[in-house]
């Protein structure tokens, strides 16, 4: 059974940080790019960051770059990510996603999912 269980989510103060993390099993954790996206009420879900299988290589979104940083620890089986100076429009479900590419932008290049953790940020 392939889990993909992210934690970390909540209510924010607007300008403090979150760290999000996402425990996967019954994959071969190490062969699979990972990513976050997020979908705030209303909108479509959206790329936010991906790392590559060894971690050396992180990609994210312009939208978000310079405040959240994507980590993994392959022997813990899991995905970080690290949101600073958060700001209302961050309010979002984040999900953390597996692929079996080195990196992807795309949602439909994701295998598995999480169930997503709530990100609510207050002014």
């Known amino acids: 059974q392939v889990q993909l269980i992210e934690s970390g989510g909540g209510l924010v103060q607007a300008g403090n940080s979150a760290h999000l993390s996402c425990q996967a099993s019954?994959?071969?954790?190490?062969?699979?790019?990972m990513g976050w996206f997020r979908q705030a009420p209303g909108a479509e879900r959206e790329f936010v960051a991906t790392?590559?299988?060894?971690?050396?290589?992180?990609l994210y979104a312009d939208s978000v770059k310079g405040r959240v940083t994507i980590s993994r620890d392959n022997a813990e089986r899991t995905v970080y990510l690290q949101i600073d100076n958060l700001k209302p429009e961050d309010t979002a479900v984040y999900y953390c996603?597996?692929?079996?590419?080195?990196?992807?932008?795309?949602?439909?290049?994701?295998?598995?999912w999480g169930q997503g953790t709530q990100v609510t940020v207050s002014s």
């Open positions: 019954g994959i071969a954790f190490s062969r699979f790019g």
């Open positions: 790392i590559s299988r060894d971690g050396r290589s992180p």
């Open positions: 996603g597996a692929t079996e590419l080195m990196f992807s932008v795309q949602q439909v290049s994701y295998l598995y």
